[in-house]
Structures are given as C-alpha cells and as structure tokens.
C-alpha cells in the first residue's frame, strides 16, 4: 500500500474513533447506586449518587463535599475547571443540609472512594 | 531506612517498569492490602517510585512502549535504535538518570525553598504558557503547519473525549501504547526483517551530555510546579523547541526530566503539600500528616534505588541491545502487539480498545504527513488547557 493510501486508512479510523468516542460520552447514563453501597469494585463505574451535604469546602478553586446519604457518607470532588462550570447549582455556594445529587466516576484516593465530577451536569438540586 | 523495603521496592519497581501497562499506583494499592509496617511499606513504595523512573526507561527505547511521563523519551529512543545505536540509547539515558538523581539531590534543599513561593505565582500563567507552546510547536513545522494543526487538534479532542467524559476506564495505557507503539509497530512492520544490528560501542563521554542533564532537572523542578497531567512529557517538548536537540540530546533531556521528577514530587509533597504521584500520595499517606518531616527521608530511599536501578538497567540494557539485534522483528512486534491490545482490554476494556484503535490512526499519520510525533501530545496539552480556561 502507498504511503497516502495509509495516511488515508490512518484518518478515517482516527476520524471514525473520534465519532464513536463522542457519541459514547453523549450516550453514556451514570448508573444510579446508592452511597452506603459503593466500594472499591467500583472505581472507574459512572454512578450517580444522592444525599444531604454535611460538609463542603472549597481549596485552590476546587470544591471538596462530603455527601451523606442514611448512615454512610463519600467525598465528591469538583476540581475548578468543572466546578466553574456547573450549570444549576453553585459548588461554590453549597452549605451543609443541602440535598445534592452527584453524578461522576469513582475513584480511590488516599485509600477512599471518591467521585470525581467530570461534566457541567455533574451535580443537581 | 530498611535495606529489606528497599530491595522490595526495586523489584516492584523493576517489574512496573518494564511491564508497561502495569502501573506503580497500582502496585502502590497491592502493596497497602498487604500486612506490612506503615514504616517497611513507605520505604518499600518510595524505592519503588525511584526504580520505576528508571526501568521505564527501557521499554520506552528497546519496545518503543511508553509510560506517561517517558513518552516523549520513546521517539528519539527508536529512531536511535533504528540507527543501530540502540545501545549508545540506552546509555545515554543510564547516563542522564544517574546526573539527574545526583542533581536533583543537590537541589532538593533549594526546591523546598523555592515551591511555596513559585506555586502561587505560577498558576496563572499555565493557560498562556500552554496556548504559547502550542502555537510554537504548530508554527515551527513551517509550510507544513496544516497537517501539525491538524494532528495536534484531533490528539486534543481525543485527549478531551478521553480524560474529560467518564467513558474511559485508565485512558493513559490505551492512548500512549495506540499513539506511540502500535503505530512505531505498524510501521515497522512494513520494513519487516530484522532489526538494524546493533553498534557495540555505545560509550557516553561525561561532559557530553551533562548540560543536557542539568537541562532536564531545571525542567523537572519546573514539571512538578505545574499542576497539569503528564507536566514532564510537556516541558521537554517546549524545551526542544527553543533549543536545538537533535535525537540524543532529546533522549538525555527527557530522561533527566522522568527521573528528577520523581524527586522533586516529594520536595513538593513536603513544602505545598502536592503530591504529584500517586505512590507518593500513599507514602504521605502511611506516615501520617504530620510525617512531612520525614519525606526527605524517604527521598533519599527513592535515590538510593534510582542509583541502583541505573547501574542495573546498564547492565540489563547491554543484554537488551544483543537479544534485540538477533531478534526477528515481525515476531517481537507481533508479541508486543498482542500484549498492549490484551493489556488495554484488561487496564481499559472495550472502550480502551476503541481509544487505543483511534490513537494508533492519529500514531500513523503524524510522520505520513511528515510532521513530528511531538503534535500528539495536543492530547494532554488541550484538555490542561481546557482545565485551565474553565471551558
């Protein structure tokens, strides 16, 4: 194969990739889960949480919340470039007793399980 | 310190290293379930980070595999092996990582001195600083600044698509192992036969590549200031920008640059409190908060493998460079193939495969269009920018 018959083969799977990883990031749905039931197991997964905030506190631009729901409790992180752009709720602004839904992916940081929201819809009222 | 930890972090750091795909954090979190002293397991993962900035070295020259912060040692690292200076290669980066631990040590007073200052002045300037690497990296390609625009837009929208949306289990592995070696692979496989043999004299002389060395420190006390992804990969691209570096200088850089990294994360831990890696995180982590005292300390279990994993890689890298010039090439890449695809579907799944499909076109058409592999890194550089603007 000519070298411009690959770069043409080589452009449309990068073209075709990109369409498909773009659809997928509009696709994809967080799964709705409960917090008392999140794990180790789940990092990676896309969930959506929900709960009252006990605590929230903003460091460097970033938004840190503890979130309860019944007896168990996880940190949702908000790094600044998204929390500037959340739409609907102020991550600046919340304050304890809140009732706030998060949606994001799992992570483990320092030995604790943590949601990392990723997208401007990733919190709610 | 624990000679017993530190010998278990320089095998950890040894199979992390030259298994890539097979992340220290990974290793970090093993390591945690284990029933071990905070104390032996601290040590144990600080020799372990310095042996793996080391090891990874290896891989990134002989296999063409990359980690995050030894990407951009892989380019000139094959292009050298190509030449049949594989083993010239790998001594320039021994040589490299051993000034660098050096230098990085001296120094490691002055960094503690020197974060808390720079780090508040610095954020501000990320967004410019980037926006300018990257108009300079498009521009110095000259009349074909199309085709590097080109390469280095779409490597951002999949650095977006990629780091920013939740689709993407661990996107590092799949889209440095599709960018980098599936498509060094593909298209080597191409010229198939064997590879170039490999010259026996690959001696390094000591002012040769110091400057670059001390270079790759200045640069690496810069990567751990700025809080971006891959930081390291980033500042040896601007540094190769404004400076001339032919392939072996690029590779003395580079590796300077991965190692005193790895050094300077614990001067940022103990003096902003920033930890820049993940293992690190975990050490400050075991110790407790108020174990920041002690982080030099550890730092000096991080150097004391480093050392030792440079004298052992010139070692290893002298058997590497004989296996590889008897090597038939279509089976070496033909295995090292198999194992990234099957590595991305264990690290990533099947949306990891996809990533690493599309990042090996984006691989392939950097140098079809005769632009510098260096453009892809638009896939970190974009979505820090991003971060950056609040976008």
């Known amino acids: ?125 | 310190m624990e000679p017993a930890a530190i010998a278990l972090g320089m095998l950890l750091g040894l199979f992390a290293g030259l298994l890539p795909g097979v992340h220290a954090n990974t290793i970090a979190e093993a390591l945690r379930g284990l029933p071990l002293e905070s104390e032996f397991a601290a040590f144990a993962l600080a020799s372990m980070v310095g042996a793996h900035a080391v090891f990874e070295l290896l891989p990134a020259i002989f296999l063409f595999i990359p980690d995050s912060s030894s990407v951009v040692a892989v380019l000139p690292g094959h292009r050298l092996l190509l030449e049949g200076k594989g083993r010239r290669a790998l001594n320039i980066a021994a040589f490299s990582a051993l000034a660098a631990v050096i230098l990085s040590v001296l120094a490691f007073p002055l960094a503690l001195a020197f974060y808390p200052v720079a780090y508040a002045l610095t954020k501000p300037l990320v967004f410019p600083m980037l926006a300018l690497l990257s108009i300079t990296l498009v521009a110095s390609e000259g009349r074909r600044a199309p085709a590097a625009l080109l390469v280095f837009s779409l490597s951002g929208l999949l650095g977006v698509l990629a780091l920013e949306t939740p689709i993407v289990r661990e996107p590092l592995f799949p889209a440095f192992a599709g960018m980098f070696a599936c498509a060094s692979l593909l298209l080597s496989a191409r010229q198939g036969g064997r590879m170039p043999e490999q010259e026996k004299d690959g001696e390094v002389g000591f002012w040769e590549f110091l400057p670059f060395a001390a270079l790759g420190v200045l640069l690496g006390l810069l990567a751990d200031l700025l809080p971006a992804i891959g930081s390291a990969a980033q500042m040896a691209t601007l540094a190769s920008l404004f400076l001339f570096m032919n392939a072996e200088v690029f590779l003395a850089t580079t590796s300077a640059v991965a190692v005193s990294h790895v050094v300077f994360a614990f001067a940022t831990t103990a003096s902003i409190g920033k930890a820049r890696i993940g293992s690190i995180a975990v050490i400050q982590e075991l110790i407790g908060r108020g174990g920041a005292a002690q982080l030099p300390v550890y730092a000096g279990a991080a150097v004391v493998a480093a050392l030792v994993a440079v004298g052992l890689m010139a070692l290893l890298g002298k058997e590497s460079a004989e296996v590889v010039s008897r090597a038939d090439a279509r089976k070496i890449n033909l295995a090292i193939m198999a194992y990234l695809v099957a590595m991305a579907w264990v690290v990533s799944g099947g949306t990891g495969l996809l990533l690493m499909a599309t990042a090996t076109g984006l691989g392939l058409l950097a140098p079809l269009l005769g632009v510098r592999r260096t453009h892809l890194m638009g896939f970190l550089i974009l979505p820090t920018m991003s971060y950056y603007a609040g976008v």
């Open chain 1, 1 to 125: 194969m000519r070298e411009n018959h690959i770069a043409v083969v080589a452009f449309a799977l990068a073209l075709a990739g990109l369409v498909l990883l773009y659809w997928l990031s509009h696709t994809a749905r967080p799964e709705r889960v409960s917090i008392a039931s999140l794990g180790s197991d789940d990092v990676g997964r896309f969930v959506e949480v929900s709960g009252f905030v006990r605590k929230a506190s903003a460091r460097d631009g970033n938004v840190f919340i503890e979130l309860c729901g019944g007896e168990a409790c996880v940190n949702v992180v908000v790094f600044e470039g998204t929390a500037r752009r959340v739409r609907g709720v102020n991550a600046y602004a919340l304050q304890p007793g809140d009732y706030l839904v998060a949606r994001g992916v799992v992570r483990e940081f320092n030995w604790e399980i943590e949601i990392v929201v990723l997208s401007s819809d990733g919190l709610a009222r």
